[in-house]
């Protein structure tokens, strides 16, 4: 049992994804502040999981041991500004999980405090996000309870933060691309006669282990695709149609892309 008081400014998608992930691996809702400027959105948080709701910002960060700022980029640093004189007085760590927002760029507002970036993905609600993160001015004892307080939520990688672009394409763009290719093969069985929705399922289960399958038997992605490919047989038929297709490199170049375009607006940002 983590004993921490865990605080929450933004209680949105990725943010409620999160702490409901806390909760479901045993976290204890008396644990959990939270501030959110929708109003009805956090009465409704206190009143399904009994966490405690904060009036103001002072209010969430003097609770807070760990506070995570689930908050937009185009306004993080205007509530930063907005918080400073609070994290300045009570000292809780930071953890920062907005898109693009180095740990330069916060500690031109506030130094004193620890800081984690933290980059999870949206499956932190069912308890398989894959997150990366770096850090700053923190002891290892406050970095391993911010990393045990994530592996709650999934797996988490250290990765180099001039190395988030990349990792912000495989792990946390990837599951859109992940939905897109599990739709596509249910749509394929559903041209052919099949109910999609029956589709799906079968897709979905055979996904996970594949996925499994790939993790655990040390051999390479393309040894366990030549056993599946029998001569002359049905998988080799569609293998080939997929990279008649452009298959691969349509992926290559869709991470590549996302790579791209997450550095553009990194930049547009600092």
């Not at 930063?80 to 927002?101: C, W």
């Not at 939520?153 to 290719?181: N, Q, R």
């Not at 599946?228 to 293998?239: A, D, M, Q």
């Not at 490199?249 to 930049?267: C, F």
Request: neutral net charge.
């Amino acid at each position: 049992m983590i004993n921490l008081n865990i605080g929450f400014l933004g209680i949105g998608n990725m943010g409620g994804s999160i702490l409901k992930g806390f909760l479901a691996k045993g976290i204890n809702s008396g644990n959990i502040f939270a501030y959110d400027i929708d109003t009805v959105k956090l009465q409704d948080f206190k009143n399904n999981f009994n966490i405690s709701i904060c009036d103001n910002y002072e209010d969430l960060v003097k609770n807070s041991d760990f506070l995570i700022l689930a908050i937009k980029p185009n306004i993080f640093f205007k509530i930063l500004e907005d918080l400073k004189i609070y994290i300045d007085l009570y000292k809780p760590v930071i953890i920062s999980i907005a898109a693009g927002i180095t740990i330069d760029s916060i500690k031109n507002i506030i130094n004193n405090v620890g800081i984690v970036r933290i980059m999870p993905n949206i499956n932190a609600e069912i308890c398989l996000s894959t997150s990366a993160y770096c850090y700053y001015n923190i002891c290892d004892e406050k970095l391993n309870k911010v990393i045990n307080l994530f592996e709650k939520v999934g797996s988490t990688f250290y990765i180099p933060e001039d190395k988030f672009s990349i990792f912000t394409a495989i792990a946390g763009c990837s599951p859109a691309y992940i939905y897109l290719f599990l739709d596509s093969i249910a749509k394929g069985a559903q041209k052919m006669g099949m109910n999609k929705k029956e589709a799906l399922q079968i897709a979905i289960d055979v996904t996970i282990g594949s996925a499994n399958m790939l993790k655990n038997s040390n051999k390479h992605s393309w040894e366990l695709i030549d056993n599946v490919c029998s001569p002359g047989g049905t998988t080799i038929e569609g293998i080939c149609t997929l990279e008649e297709n452009n298959f691969q490199q349509s992926i290559v170049k869709a991470i590549e892309n996302t790579i791209k375009k997450d550095i553009l607006l990194n930049n547009q940002k600092s």
